[in-house]
Every structure is written in C-alpha cells, then in structure tokens.
Nanobody, 125 residues
C-alpha cells in the first residue's frame, strides 16, 4: 500500500522558515517523481515544486522561486521542502504527491497518482 505522510507544518511569522517532510512507503521511492502542492481556503490546489526521479531536475512555481527548495533522500524514502522567507500568502495545506515518471507538466496535479493527507502551514503577518 502506497503511503505518503507529511510533517513539519505549523505556525510561523512572516519572514520565518519551515521544513516540510514527506515520508514514503509501499513503492520504489527512487523510481517516482515527487511533487509538493498546496491548497489555501477557497482556492484550487496548486503545484509548488517537483523533483524528478531520474536526474534530480527541479521545478518551482514562480511564487516560490528563490525561497523554497525541494530535495529528496532516496535512502530514507523522504522528500523535503525547505521554505524560507515565508509570506502570509504561503498559508495553505501542503501536500506531497508522487508520479511514476516526471510529468510533462510537473506542477499540474492531474499527473500525480498518490497523495498524502497534508500538513497545515500558517504564516502570520
């Protein structure tokens, strides 16, 4: 059974940092591309970042470029999202997701097969 479990969310002041983790099990982790998505109240779920399964290519939404960094530890079946210089507009539930190959549109949620339950990130002004 595929499982993705996010952690690391919380309440932080604007300008602060958080590091999200997503622990994966039930599949061959290093064969999958990994994505982070977020959903704010009343808004569509949007892609934040993605890392490929093969060459480590990374992709970021324009809104987080230069502030967020995705990484993965294949030995620990874990993907991370380091979030710096957080803004109130980053407030959302953050989800990790996996796709069995790098999607042609890496930040489009429809390409992803499995999802975690999400972790809340709240940035106060």
């Amino acid at each position: 059974e595929v499982q993705l479990v996010e952690s690391g969310g919380g309440l932080v002041q604007a300008g602060g940092s958080l590091r999200l983790s997503c622990a994966a099990s039930g599949f061959t982790f290093d064969d999958y591309a990994i994505g982070w998505f977020r959903q704010a109240p009343g808004k569509e779920r949007e892609g934040v970042s993605c890392m490929s399964d093969s060459d480590g290519s990374t992709y970021y939404a324009d809104s987080v470029k230069g502030r967020f960094t995705i990484s993965r530890d294949n030995a620990k079946n874990t993907v991370f999202l380091q979030m710096n210089s957080l803004k109130p507009e980053d407030t959302a539930v953050y989800y990790c997701a996996v796709a069995d190959e790098l999607p042609p549109f890496p930040l489009r949620r429809s390409w992803y097969d499995y999802w975690g339950q999400g972790t809340q990130v709240t940035v106060s002004s």
